[in-house]
């Protein structure tokens, strides 16, 4: 007698898994399988594990829909990187850029969105208090000032410019203006060793990386300069 397995017109990744364990590993759940291994790869980069742009986006703004006022917007871009890798090679590149990778995804916790924008700039949405705020940036900024362990023992000093933005003080919980004014914030402390907020002033700056930012009245937040 021959089986039908009928499916649903819209499967998710989740569904794909069970339904791969619920029939035996040839045909089908072969495919599903494989095909989950597929979305899986679109959505992440194999370096650092972290969302790429578009599956981070999304779930960026899903996170600022549901948690609102409570919410932050952080951009990380990793500091002197190209002196790493130049000077020390594309090894050793390729482990600190895993290796901030790796901190942000500890520091931000399961549900935010952690994601790999590009070369060595980073991005984090997540549920984060107006109290908890300062602590949580200090504790950042401090991860990602520990030093990396390269190969045979070695270590490279590794640093990076953080900035954030909060939908409570800049009245918005628009996704594009949050991470602008948080990147005018970054380009604010550029390598200062704080993590600095942005204010209404960094909201309404027009370009992003920086071009218009070093504007004052931030708050700071982390390791002397």
């Given amino acids: 007698m021959n089986s039908v397995v009928r499916l649903p017109g819209r499967i998710g990744p989740n569904a794909l898994l069970i339904t791969a364990a619920a029939v035996p590993l040839t045909g089908w759940a072969v495919h599903a399988v494989t095909l989950y291994k597929q ?24 996170l600022l829909a549901r948690h609102g006022d409570n919410t932050a917007v952080i951009m990380i871009d990793a500091d002197r990187f190209k002196q790493i890798n130049d000077g020390l090679g594309h090894a050793a590149g390729d482990a600190v850029l895993a290796a901030f990778g790796a901190r942000l995804t500890a520091w931000a916790g399961p ?8 070369g060595d700039e980073f991005a984090v949405v997540l549920e984060l208090t107006a109290d908890r705020r300062t602590l949580r940036l200090e504790q950042l900024v401090r991860m990602l000032h520990t030093p990396v ?19 409570d003080v800049l009245c918005t919980q628009d996704l594009t203006a949050l991470q602008r004014a948080a990147d005018a914030a970054l380009h604010t402390g550029k ?21 218009r930012a070093g504007r004052p009245g931030t708050a700071v937040w982390g390791r002397a300069a």
């Fill in 191 to 211: 390598h200062s060793g704080r993590a600095v907020l942005a204010t209404a002033e960094q909201a309404a700056v027009l370009s992003i990386n920086g071009r």
């Fill in 111 to 118: 549900r935010a969105a952690v994601g790999r924008l590009g």
């Fill in 149 to 167: 362990a390269l190969d045979e023992g070695r270590t490279v000093d590794v640093a990076a410019s953080v900035g954030a933005a909060a939908p």
């Fill in 39 to 62: 979305i899986a790869a679109k959505e992440k980069d194999p370096l650092t594990g972290l969302l790429r742009r578009d599956a981070y986006t999304a779930r960026a703004v899903r």
